[in-house]
């Protein structure tokens, strides 16, 4: 079994930053790609930003220029930046990871808890 834990939400101004963190767990696994999503009350579940093993990066429009997703590999950890942020940022952020096992190649996705994030003043 694959486990997120995630950390770093909170409550900051408009404007203010704000960092997450995911650390992923377990054995005999290897990561694919890792992401941060987003729910926001009444909305649906939505793709913030994702990395994938190779490096590659994208992220949703809405935060383009001013979020930023990095990875530290040894850790299996993903971090989520988030500067500039506004109201609309507020929600539950959850971290995800799409996982192969080694022993069959199969690929899973797994979610963590959910963090949240409150942009207010």
């Known amino acids: 079994q694959v486990q997120l834990v995630e950390s770093g939400g909170g409550l900051v101004q408009p404007g203010g930053s704000l960092r997450v963190s995911c650390a992923a767990s377990?054995?005999?696994?290897?990561?694919?790609?890792m992401g941060w999503y987003r729910q926001a009350p009444g909305k649906q579940r939505e793709l913030v930003a994702r990395i994938t093993s190779g490096g590659s990066t994208n992220y949703a429009n809405s935060v383009k220029g001013r979020f930023t997703i990095a990875r530290e590999n040894a850790k299996n950890t993903v971090y989520l930046q988030m500067n500039s942020l506004k109201p609309e940022d507020t929600a539950v952020y959850y971290c995800?990871?799409?996982?192969?096992?080694?022993?069959?190649?199969?690929?899973?996705?797994?979610w963590g808890q959910g963090t949240q994030v409150t942009v207010s003043s």
């Open positions: 377990g054995s005999g696994f290897s990561i694919n790609a």
């Open positions: 995800n990871c799409v996982c192969r096992w080694n022993s069959d190649y199969s690929v899973r996705d797994y």
